[in-house]
């Protein structure tokens, strides 16, 4: 690997003392910071770490943090790899990442689906992941169709390698720009931003997984990598038994996207699964906290297609505690808890809490979803029965959680 030029040096030196300092005092894990300080001294310093590494950027609504974990976790086979394991997906956080990781020749970045253009064009990455795009706390559709087409022409004309979710129309218009894409029948379960050509604005015909647009010619590609229930179907047409630990639907399909970014790095999946098969939470999610006998699994919900993600993995069998805020990174406005569909938590003993219980209660009430209201998550804990008990939170409902009970086991 080539030197770096002495004032990306020094600036990339200078972000990590100011990372470290950051986390001596107790105010996060630095990253952030580290990448902000560096950047300041050096704005081109994300381009010159990333120079002369194999890079592979994941992008999605859902599932970047936990993909980027998978692909990192494979290309480790390979060798040293930089990443942003904290969730950190914008620049100041990327060069965080290569920074602490100097001379490792490979690198996985989740990046914000907003900076996917840009993060492009600085780090000249040779692989590029997209998974699915849905409505956020702040986005509406409109505003996913704009953000495709800025894939689109950032995708356009160059050598890039992108591996993309064909089962989700606006992704694989996204994405088809590319000069090379390998596409993966990832499975999409939230359909409600989609029943529109991204291209010509007519219906889309669903045949099972399969879809076309009535009036033009966009229609499903066909895929090369296949995930069909609890396995991956290769190029080959070989079937791979999963067996990960991660639990769900979604994750399976994670699990396949990053079997397919390993192909592309040249490594084959009898070496790529087994090391996907070793990761068993991401950043606190899928874990358990435990109090006086009662287990809380944590599942991370931000948006409506999150939310269907973990009624998917949900134990049906189990009580379960939906716990909503609403401060800056949740979005203020929880207009969205409109657009799920609650009516399969019928039946099993529903607790609810957070800051915006009482939106959450409307909600259910009007879906006929009976539910006790608990005061805090610790309230609706100590009502639970001993034994298992699944909890549904969104961002910082889930950061507080993991907070005031430690660590996740
Ligand atoms: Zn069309």
Known sequence: MTQLPLRAQLASALGRSAATLSRMTGRGDGSVIGGRVGLLLEPDLLRQLARDRKLALVSATNGKTTTTRL?????????????????????????????????????????????????????????????????????????????????RKALSGKPTHVIANCDDPLVTWGASTAAKVTWVAGGQRWKEDSWCCPECGGPLDRKDADWACRECTFHRPEPQWVVDDDSAIDPRGQRW?????????????????????????????????????????????????????????????????????????????????????????????????????YRILRGRPVFVTGERRLDLALRLDVADVPFTLCGTFSEALAMQPPGRVDVIANYTAFQQIRSEFGRAV
């Open 71 to 151: 692909i990192t976790s494979a290309l480790l086979e390979l060798g040293e790899v930089a990443t942003n394991a904290f969730g950190a997906n914008m620049p100041a956080g990327h060069v965080s990442a290569l920074s602490q990781h100097k001379s490792a020749p490979y690198g996985v970045l989740e990046v914000d689906e907003k900076y996917l253009p840009e993060v492009l064009a600085t780090t000249g990455a040779g692989v590029v992941c997209l998974m699915n795009l849905s409505r956020d706390q702040m986005d509406r559709a409109a505003e996913i169709w704009l953000l495709a087409q800025k894939w």
């Open 241 to 341: 038994l999963l067996d990960i630990q991660l639990p769900g639907q979604a994750n399976r399909s994670n699990a396949v996207m990053a079997l397919a970014v390993a192909e592309a790095f040249g490594l084959p999946v009898d070496r790529a699964l087994p090391r996907l098969r070793e990761v068993t939470s991401v950043a606190g999610r899928y874990t358990t906290v435990e109090r006086e006998g009662r287990h809380a699994r944590l599942l991370l919900a931000k948006n409506p297609a999150g939310w269907l993600e973990a009624f998917d993995v949900a134990d049906p069998q189990l009580p379960i505690i939906l716990s909503v805020n609403a401060q800056g990174p949740d979005g203020r406005d929880t207009s969205w808890l409109w657009d799920v569909d």
